[in-house]
Nanobody
Framework: EVQLVESGGGLVQAGGSLRLSCAAS????????IGWFRQAPGKEREREVV??????????RYGDSVKGRFTISSDNAKNTVYLQINNLKPEDTAVYYC?????????????????WGQGTQVTISS
């Protein structure tokens, strides 16, 4: 059974940092692309691309709104992907989801991601 479990969310003041984790099991982790997406309050039909990483060759991609503040990394030995978030802003408030895709897409196309976690809430106070 495929499982993706996010952790590390919470309530943080603006300017602070968080590290989100996505622990994966039930599939060949090294063959997949793992992505992070977020869903902001009031945007229940819209999941924004945050970042994705290919576990095959290490390629990464970031959404325009997070470049320079977010860093994605993967520990293939632990089957875990991390998202380091620095200089948090109130507009980063969202539920953050990790997802897995069997193929790489240059812009982390959401339709490629067939497996999803339950999400972790990140709330930034100003």
């Amino acid at each position: 059974e495929v499982q993706l479990v996010e952790s590390g969310g919470g309530l943080v003041q603006a300017g602070g940092s968080l590290r989100l984790s996505c622990a994966a099991s039930g599939f060949t982790f090294n063959d997949y692309t793992i992505g992070w997406f977020r869903q902001a309050p009031g945007k229940e039909r819209e999941r924004e691309v945050v970042s994705c990483i290919s576990n095959v060759d290490g390629r990464t991609r970031y959404g325009d709104s997070v470049k320079g503040r977010f860093t994605i990394s993967s520990d293939n030995a632990k089957n875990t992907v991390y998202l380091q978030i620095n200089n948090l802003k109130p507009e980063d408030t969202a539920v953050y989801y990790c997802a897995a895709a069997a193929i790489w897409g240059r812009r982390c196309p959401i339709e490629y991601f067939g497996y999803w976690g339950q999400g972790t809430q990140v709330t930034i106070s100003s």
